[in-house]
């Protein structure tokens, strides 16, 4: 595996090309000033983990969709209006 060190800025105008070398198995390491650095890296959506604390939010949400419990937001200032009021 070919290792690629690169500055924040050189990331920055070259995004494209270094998120194309991650994709090809190349590590991308961007240093940012002296003592940080990133590697960046390709995921999966199976390397996204969900926490049972979310998953249990997410059922919650999921009932309360099926029993009518939800509101519907037709237009940017009843968005703003439910929003307000939370």
């Not at 003592?35 to 049972?52: C, F, G, N």
């Not at 037709?74 to 929003?83: G, P, Q, R, T, V």
Request: no cysteine.
């Amino acid at each position: 595996m070919k290792v690629l060190e690169v500055t924040s800025r050189e990331f920055r105008e070259k995004q494209k090309t270094y998120f194309e070398l991650a994709d090809k198995g190349e590590q991308v390491i961007i240093k940012r000033g002296k003592k940080q650095a990133y590697i960046l890296t390709p995921i999966a959506s199976d390397d996204i983990q969900i926490s049972p604390a979310m998953e249990l939010k997410i059922l919650k949400a999921m009932q309360a969709s099926k029993e009518g419990r939800t509101k519907k937001v037709h237009s940017k200032e009843e968005l703003h209006a439910l929003l307000e009021s939370l």
